[in-house]
């Protein structure tokens, strides 16, 4: 048999321990908690211009920003030090954008996936609202969006015979050609 002792702690409660009277801790809005962390993205020491890659791990001070917030949910800030010369970066989330946003210490490095998926929004934007105002333009991108569809179905329908094509390849009469070969080779050889 196990003794008591290891199977829950010795503390003992006094029958009249109410939990409601222990004293809460007063711990500042602004605390700062050491955590760690990867780099959310690259980005280049204004300082000494190290790059920092995207997963390079740090210990990193965070603390809830205040008086800031995005649907009630909060806003953190990081401090990480540069790995060349210990300068402070500072970055902070982003969740509007589900993404980080750089503060001061480093600049972002280019990122071109963003700037596409902007452009594209853009762009679709710039169509519905040319839509709205003009309606013969309605008819001519519904015409151009048929078209692009019916090449995409053609081309799907050629990949499609041109795989049927290839799939009638007869394995077992081609292996049983080869050996019929091999034996032909052998008695010539045996001749």
């Known amino acids: ?3 008591r002792s290891a199977l829950s702690p010795q503390k003992y409660y006094p029958p009249d321990f109410d939990p409601a009277k222990i004293p809460k801790l007063k711990l500042p809005k602004d605390r700062q908690y050491v955590v760690r962390l990867m780099a959310p993205f690259n980005m280049r020491c204004k300082t ?3 790059y920092i890659y995207k997963g390079k791990k740090f210990n990193a001070r965070k603390e ?3 008086n800031e917030s995005y649907l009630g949910l909060p806003i953190f800030r990081f401090y990480i030090k540069c790995t060349r010369c210990l300068a402070e970066i500072t970055f902070k989330t982003d969740p509007e954008n589900t993404d980080y946003t750089m503060e001061h210490g ?3 490095n280019f990122q071109a996936e963003k700037l596409l998926e902007e452009e594209e929004k853009r762009m679709q934007k710039e169509r519905e609202e040319e839509e709205l105002n003009n309606p013969m333009k309605v008819l001519e991108n519904r015409t151009k969006d048929s ?3 019916m090449e ?3 081309n799907l329908q050629e990949l499609k015979e ?5 799939a009638n390849v007869d394995f077992e009469a081609m292996l049983k050609q080869y050996k019929e070969l091999e034996e032909e080779q052998r008695r010539k050889e045996q001749e």
Request: include cysteine; glycine fraction near 4%.
């Open 48 to 50: 000494c211009g190290e």
């Open 106 to 108: 480093a600049t972002r």
């Open 1 to 3: 048999r196990t003794p």
């Open 152 to 154: 995409v179905l053609e």
């Open 147 to 149: 078209k692009l569809e």
């Open 64 to 66: 809830t920003v205040q």
């Open 162 to 166: 041109l795989n049927q094509r290839q």
